[in-house]
């Protein structure tokens, strides 16, 4: 099991960036994947981006590519969600989420995750 906690959630701008940030804990050298996700008012989960643990290699949604960037420190057992241009349609909760099966297209899938965080809040105003 991992334990996840997100960060750097709060009130912006639209046009501005915000960076957030996931520190994992306890059994993380199961991790294979970590993905990002995020949940509009009466929305479900949104896929908004992964990263692979052991290359570093990612996996943006659509709507999120050049406007993203996730980054892990292995070290640090981190993982972070840069945001830039954003949209008050990005208004959510974000969460972070850890897979143990892989890096494939299941990432996409929040079903496929293990564990989660508890999300940290993110609005964009306009």
């Known amino acids: 099991q991992v334990q996840l906690v997100e960060s750097g959630g709060g009130l912006v701008q639209a046009g501005g960036s915000l960076r957030l940030s996931c520190a994992a804990s306890?059994?993380?050298?199961?991790?294979?994947?970590m993905g990002w996700f995020r949940q509009a008012p009466g929305q479900d989960y949104e896929f908004v981006g992964g990263?692979?643990?052991?290359?570093?290699?990612?996996y943006y949604a659509d709507s999120m590519k050049g406007r993203i960037t996730i980054s892990r420190d292995r070290r640090k057992n981190t993982v972070s969600l840069q945001m830039n241009s954003l949209r008050p349609e990005d208004t959510a909760v974000y969460y972070c989420?850890?897979?143990?099966?892989?890096?494939?297209?299941?990432?996409?899938?929040?079903?496929?995750?293990?564990?989660w965080g508890q999300g940290t809040q993110v609005t964009v105003s306009s």
């Open positions: 990263i692979s643990w052991s290359s570093g290699n990612t």
């Open positions: 306890g059994h993380t050298l199961s991790t294979q994947a």
């Open positions: 989420a850890a897979d143990s099966r892989g890096w494939g297209p299941h990432i996409t899938s929040a079903d496929e995750y293990d564990d």
